[in-house]
């Protein structure tokens, strides 16, 4: 079963708007998630790296003050995307380490119109 | 150079032929190894990992690692058109703060 769980799966949003995706970890606790962005056709990005109770760390060239990232309690992490554009559309996928492997979230696609 | 190179293909294959995938990786700081498919529109799912050199299997997937010439491979026996997916292999190194390395993916078509 799902170890790692997004949502929502799809968003449309309107240009300007914010839109929220949560990652949650089911049945263990995730100190720490990480957040992509994959364009069709191509590798997952790491964006940031989500840390429980402390700031992010955003990787080189990605907006903090346009990704929001929150860990607030040690099973869910969100990523919010502020005043979105239509060149931020892409999928969303968040994943946790779980002992010495990763697993991934289903994804969310995100449509900005 | 890429820290871990993988043949992006595109692989096509019959259905019930061996499929073999590979890595090779210049770190000898990986410790960890892993297999994932991603089907399109889908977020990777895990299929396998290992830390140590050898085979291990499961069902019709075989990963197989070779610390000394650092290589990874999965194999997957009796392929389906339902294993139509990217392959990617990934590693960890602890230096790395969990951070997953990837190869760049092997798109798979198995036609019936």
């Known amino acids: 079963g799902a170890v790692v769980s997004q949502h929502p799966s799809w968003v449309i949003c309107k240009s300007g708007t914010s839109v929220k995706i949560e990652c949650r970890s089911l049945d263990f606790q995730a100190t720490t998630m990480f957040w992509y962005r994959q364009f069709p056709k191509q590798s997952l990005m790491l964006m940031a790296t989500?840390?429980?109770?402390?700031?992010?760390?955003?990787e080189q060239g990605v907006e903090k003050d346009k990704f929001l990232i929150n860990h607030a309690s040690l099973t869910l992490s969100t990523l919010t995307v502020t005043s979105a554009h239509p060149e931020d559309s892409s999928f969303y996928i968040c994943s946790a380490r779980v002992r010495n492997t990763i697993y991934f979230g289903e994804g969310s696609w995100l449509t900005v119109v | 150079q890429k820290e871990v190179e993988q043949d992006p293909g595109p692989l096509s294959v019959p259905e019930g032929a061996i499929v073999s995938l590979n890595c090779t990786y210049s770190?000898?700081?990986?410790?960890?190894f892993m297999w994932y498919r991603q089907y399109s529109r889908k977020g990777p799912e895990l299929l396998m990992y290992?830390?140590?050199?050898g085979n291990k299997e499961d069902g019709r997937f075989t990963a197989q690692v070779d610390k000394s010439s650092k290589y990874i491979s999965l194999f997957i026996r009796d392929s389906q058109p339902s294993d139509s997916a990217t392959y990617l292999c990934?590693?960890?190194?602890?230096?790395?703060?969990?951070?997953?390395?990837f190869g760049e993916g092997t798109q798979l078509t198995v036609n019936p």
């Open positions: 989500s840390n429980e109770g402390s700031k992010a760390t955003y």
């Open positions: 290992t830390y140590s050199s």
């Open positions: 770190n000898s700081a990986f410790q960890y």
């Open positions: 990934a590693m960890i190194r602890e230096t790395s703060g969990s951070r997953l390395t």
